[in-house]
């Protein structure tokens, strides 16, 4: 069983018996390091959709705790002030953007809401696909605001967080990243997906103090996977990309 795998096991487990926590954050340094401690486990508890079942279908009403962050849907309300609900389907295709499974947000909106449950999470990344219509964003409990195309975000503040945009200008995929603390983030479009919502790990991925060679044969170890520990950019591969931020931190 991969990391990834036994960690949604475990967080579906706690989320059974009430007690879900973080995963553990006292793994200390050593010569064998256990794989649940790699990174911290610090986007563990992160939606990616990949372990929920492909063809879910959610609804307006609906709560779902996706690897232990309590989620809802919501009317989606549009540029008028009009509201109403479709559905959310995790899926494999349907866009181009990212890999493995993702969530399809059809004139619905949801909300993550991690204070409420797993706790607040600081400097979100997240994968979106945008093709067409409107969509909405609250951070915070802000007001929702309601726009066309997700590179207006890029630059703006919304419920003290601001907000970093690639892409985003016409239909295709794009990042957006979340500077500061998240505690709720809902987002609602007509045909969007998302993906990847995730807090970078740590770049130290032993845990040793320092980012080394170690770290390094640990990447390299994981190189092709979405193993988390080592997918600092959180577009769930482990490639070319992961290895140069990792030497950027090196030392
Ligand atoms: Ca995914
Ligand atoms: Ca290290
Ligand atoms: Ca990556």
Not at 140 to 160: E, K, V
Request: charged share 15%.
């Amino acid at each position: 069983m991969s990391r990834f795998s036994s960690l949604s096991l475990l967080a579906r487990t706690r989320i059974s018996t009430g007690t879900f926590a973080r995963a553990s954050s006292t793994c200390v340094a050593s010569a064998v390091v256990a794989a649940a401690c790699l990174g911290g486990g610090a986007n563990a508890d992160i939606p990616r959709w990949d372990d929920a079942i492909l063809g879910s279908v959610y609804s307006c009403g609906d709560a779902i705790y996706p690897n232990g962050v309590l989620t809802k849907f919501y009317q989606i309300v549009d540029c008028n002030g009009w509201n109403f609900c479709g559905n959310a389907q995790v899926v494999q295709g349907g866009s181009p953007c990212n890999v493995d499974q993702r969530l399809n947000l059809n004139n619905i909106a949801v909300s993550f809401e991690f204070a409420a449950h797993s706790g607040p999470e600081d400097n979100l990344l997240m994968t979106f696909g945008q093709f067409g219509g409107f969509m909405n964003i609250s951070i915070n409990g802000s007001p929702r605001f309601c726009f066309t195309q997700m590179g207006q975000l890029d630059g703006q503040t919304i419920g003290g967080v601001t907000m970093q945009v690639t892409n985003g200008f016409g239909n295709g995929c794009g990042t957006i990243a979340f500077i500061g603390t998240v505690d709720s983030l809902l987002l609602a479009g007509q045909e969007y997906w998302i993906d990847g919502l995730c807090v970078p790990t740590p770049r130290d991925i032993d845990g040793s103090g320092d980012v080394g060679a170690a770290d390094l044969a640990y990447l390299l170890g994981a190189w092709g996977s979405n193993v988390e520990y080592a997918d600092f950019n959180c577009d769930e591969k482990v490639d070319a990309a992961d290895l140069a931020i990792l030497l950027d931190a090196w030392g």
